[in-house]
């Protein structure tokens, strides 16, 4: 599994789940139920001071798992992608690539 942090482009439902995105000039569809959980941060290494009223998105990372395939790919695994949106600016960024490929099982010969 890689981490690092990168700028995606994603397209939510009205209800805020990501449907698809577009990352280093490749468009993915999710093709499984994403998955949303809240990671703690350390907002005190990163700001001087919390501003009233500040909480979410300075104390709490909103990450998402999904599963996506890309656009017309033959290939049928896969990808799966740790997403955080940034609450002020509503801006996504990729956060962690999962490697498929480590659990796939070996093919007989």
Do not use: N
């Amino acid at each position: 599994m890689g981490m690092f942090s990168e700028s995606v482009d994603v397209v939510c439902t009205p209800s805020g789940q990501p449907l698809e995105l577009d990352w280093a000039g490749r468009h993915y569809a999710v093709c499984a139920e994403p998955v949303r959980w809240f990671e703690r941060r350390q907002w005190w290494a990163e700001e001087q001071r919390a501003p009233l009223g500040s909480g979410p998105g300075l104390v709490d990372h909103e990450i998402w798992r999904v599963q996506v395939r890309r656009a017309g790919s033959p290939d049928p695994e896969p990808l799966t992608l740790d997403l955080t949106r940034h609450v002020g600016s509503g801006r996504w960024r990729l956060l962690r690539i999962h490697d498929a490929l480590l659990h796939r099982k070996p093919e007989s010969a």
